[in-house]
Nanobody, 125 residues
Framework: QVQLVESGGGLVQAGGSLRLSCAAS????????MGWFRQAPGKEREFVAA????????YYADYVKGPFTISRDNAKNTVYLQMNSLKHEDTAVYYC??????????????????WGQGTQVTVSS
């Protein structure tokens, strides 16, 4: 079992920045890949970014390349999503997820095993 708790969401003006955190507990954190997904109102959940077990490999959705950065601190059992140059269309509930079967970054939502409860990000235009 893996428990995931997101934090860091909130209200920010367009062009601003936020850093999301996801604290994990349960299985040894450094042994599996992690990902971030988001779900905007009225839309399906979509992939944002993923990171390998070591942090040495990352993968991003095309629409967040550049402004968003995923990272992890295995000593703190935490994965981060730094979001810069936020736009109104980035408004969504952001979820972190654990893919305990893989060590490489993974964009396939259905292959993730554990999910956090989500944190709301609202970008005002």
């Amino acid at each position: 079992q893996v428990q995931l708790v997101e934090s860091g969401g909130g209200l920010v003006q367009a062009g601003g920045s936020l850093r999301l955190s996801c604290a994990a507990s349960g299985r040894p954190f450094s042994r599996y890949a992690m990902g971030w997904f988001r779900q905007a109102p009225g839309k399906e959940r979509e992939f944002v970014a993923a990171i390998s077990w070591s942090g040495g490999s990352t993968y991003y959705a095309d629409y967040v390349k550049g402004p968003f950065t995923i990272s992890r601190d295995n000593a703190k059992n935490t994965v981060y999503l730094q979001m810069n140059s936020l736009k109104h269309e980035d408004t969504a509930v952001y979820y972190c997820a654990a893919d305990v079967s893989r060590q490489r970054p993974n964009w396939r939502e259905y292959e993730y095993d554990y999910w956090g409860q989500g944190t709301q990000v609202t970008v005002s235009s």
